[in-house]
């Protein structure tokens, strides 16, 4: 599947979501119900997927996890929060990098219309 076309499909579904919920609530709430949303569209979704650290060779767990996974190939990283900072950005390009995937989504549900909440990402 076609990644950008799989980013728009997440997006699509992430904007019904938020104009059904709203602002307002935990990451956890979208993150059920977005997931929810992605398999009604037929697409794979995951959810707190572990990320282990590849250190000297090894594979350490660090504790991150990833909110979703996507089809295999699209992190998608919720936030509730009053607005996207860097940070959020470096962690987002991080668990790309890690679990070494190009594609990635940063989406802020706290916000009065969701593509104010909107941030793709690529590795690379």
């Given at each position: 599947?076609?990644?950008?076309?799989?980013?728009?499909?997440?997006?699509?579904?992430?904007?019904?979501?938020?104009?059904?919920?709203?602002?307002?609530?935990?990451?956890?709430?979208?993150?059920?119900c977005l997931c929810h949303?992605?398999?009604?569209?037929?697409?794979?979704?995951?959810?707190?997927?572990?990320?282990?650290?590849?250190?000297?060779?090894?594979?350490?767990?660090?504790?991150?996890r990833l909110d979703l996974?996507?089809?295999?190939?699209?992190?998608?990283?919720?936030?509730?929060?009053?607005?996207?900072?860097?940070?959020?950005?470096?962690?987002?390009?991080?668990?790309?990098?890690?679990?070494?995937?190009?594609?990635?989504?940063?989406?802020?549900?706290?916000?009065?219309?969701?593509?104010?909440?909107?941030?793709?990402?690529?590795?690379?």
């Amino acid at each position: 599947m076609d990644n950008d076309y799989l980013t728009g499909q997440v997006i699509h579904a992430a904007i019904n979501v938020h104009r059904e919920l709203g602002p307002g609530l935990m990451e956890s709430a979208y993150e059920v119900c977005l997931c929810h949303e992605l398999s009604l569209l037929g697409l794979e979704c995951q959810r707190q997927i572990e990320l282990p650290i590849i250190y000297k060779g090894r594979s350490l767990n660090a504790e991150y996890r990833l909110d979703l996974l996507v089809e295999s190939s699209v992190i998608v990283e919720l936030k509730a929060v009053e607005s996207i900072l860097p940070i959020h950005k470096a962690q987002l390009l991080t668990y790309l990098k890690l679990r070494k995937l190009r594609y990635g989504l940063l989406l802020n549900f706290n916000v009065t219309q969701l593509r104010h909440g909107i941030c793709r990402m690529l590795n690379g």
